[in-house]
Structure formats: structure tokens, C-alpha cells
């Protein structure tokens, strides 16, 4: 089984819409990170947490909340969706800040 | 900020030397990775190296570290097709990893 996993892997919604990524890990792990990710801009982050009372917002936190629902479970909204959040996004844990692990990714696309 | 940069694609042939290059932003830092994303995957750390280290060698995978120019290299030899993929190299800033925006490199038979 996967050590870091994320529901849903490809979401099509549309601009307005509430949307809810969700990440879970098995590697038990306290830093959790969400990141997205365009073509040809490499990775940015979007928020991150050191533990379940502990959350940091990263460099692209505008129009996104984050729920850190225990140390397996890290969540990302989108409050009201908007073309321009189309990417594709990645979960990661980590012990310290260099080695991350990363889960599938979820493509998600706002018409 | 200053970003983590490198080139954004290389191609070539299977059996050939891969190199790919990276410039980072911090003197300190104390720990370089390079990552590698497969097609329709997530990233999985490939190898690092410690800043005090010029080469790290791992089977076919050579890194490089200038740190007066902070320059980062990843050579691959014998180059194969399983190798296309993106490859990020990444430093540590403060709690934050930073990443380039990553090189596709492109293997033809």
C-alpha cells in the first residue's frame, strides 16, 4: 500500500464550486505539505504544517485552506474554485525538510 | 528571492551521458537533492549530497557540487528510456525545500 495517499486523483469542477482535496500518510510523519504544480513553474508551496495545531501558509496561500484533521490527515480547499487553480496537486510528509515523500497528485481542473 | 534555476529540457540518446544543471540561491545550505518525477507520478527523492561532500556517486548517478558558484550537476550515465522523467534539484531554505522548475529529460532509442 502507498505510504502517502490522496482522494480524489482527477477532479473536473466548475468556477464557484467548494472543492476538498485530502491527503493521508502512513509514514507517521509530523510535516505535511501541499503543494501545486504548473508546467514550467516547477513547484510551489501552498501551505504546510509541523503538527495538527501547528499550520503555515506557504508562498501561493491566497484562495486555499487547509485542515490538518489528525497527524495522518492533511486537507486542502478550494473555497470557491477559480480557472486559474487549474494544476496539478501534491501532498508530501516529511521528518525534516529535505526529504520529502510525495503522494500521486490530484489534477484538478475549474471550466 | 533568488529561485533554485536550470535549464528546462534535455534530450538524448539511450546509452549516452545525461547531464543536467542546476544553480542554487543559498551558500549555507547544508544538504542539495535532486528529485525525480516519472509521467503521472509524484516526486521521490533520487539522491542529495552534503554540503561539505564535491562528488557523491551512486551506480550510474554522479552529482556534483561547486559550492564558490553554487552550482549542482546530476549526470546519469548509460542513459536509458526508462530515465525520462523531470528532475528537480531542490535546497533547503529556512523549514521550506525551494525547487527549480525542473529539467525534462528526454531519452530516444
Known amino acids: 500500500d502507498a505510504d502517502v495517499t490522496q482522494t480524489p486523483r482527477n477532479r473536473i469542477t466548475k468556477t464557484g464550486k467548494r472543492i476538498m482535496l485530502e491527503c493521508s500518510q502512513t509514514k507517521g510523519h509530523d510535516r505535511m505539505y501541499w503543494y501545486r504544480q504548473d508546467p514550467g513553474l516547477g513547484l510551489q508551496l501552498i501551505y504546510y504544517?509541523?503538527?495538527?495545531?501547528?499550520?503555515n501558509k506557504g508562498e501561493i496561500s491566497d484562495g486555499y485552506s487547509v485542515s490538518r484533521q489528525a497527524q495522518a490527515k492533511f486537507s486542502l480547499s478550494l473555497e470557491s474554485a477559480i480557472p486559474n487553480q487549474t494544476a496539478l496537486y501534491f501532498c508530501?510528509?516529511?521528518?525534516?525538510?529535505?526529504?520529502?515523500?510525495f503522494g500521486p497528485g490530484t489534477r484538478l481542473t475549474v471550466l | 528571492g533568488e529561485d533554485v534555476e536550470q535549464s528546462l529540457f534535455l534530450s538524448v540518446r539511450e546509452g549516452d551521458s545525461s547531464v543536467i544543471n542546476c544553480t542554487y540561491t543559498d551558500s549555507s545550505s547544508t544538504y542539495l537533492y535532486w528529485y525525480k518525477q516519472e509521467p503521472g507520478a509524484g516526486l521521490q527523492l533520487l539522491t542529495y549530497i552534503f554540503s561539505n561532500m564535491d562528488m557523491k556517486q551512486d551506480q550510474r548517478l554522479t552529482v556534483l557540487l561547486n559550492k564558490k558558484d553554487k552550482h549542482l550537476s546530476l549526470r546519469i550515465a548509460d542513459t536509458q528510456t526508462g530515465d525520462s522523467a523531470i528532475y528537480f534539484c531542490a535546497e533547503v531554505e529556512g523549514t521550506a525545500l525551494i525547487f527549480g522548475k525542473g529539467t525534462t529529460l528526454s531519452v530516444s532509442s
Open positions: 508530501a510528509t516529511s521528518v525534516g525538510p529535505g526529504e520529502q515523500f
Open positions: 504544517s509541523f503538527d495538527v495545531k501547528d499550520i
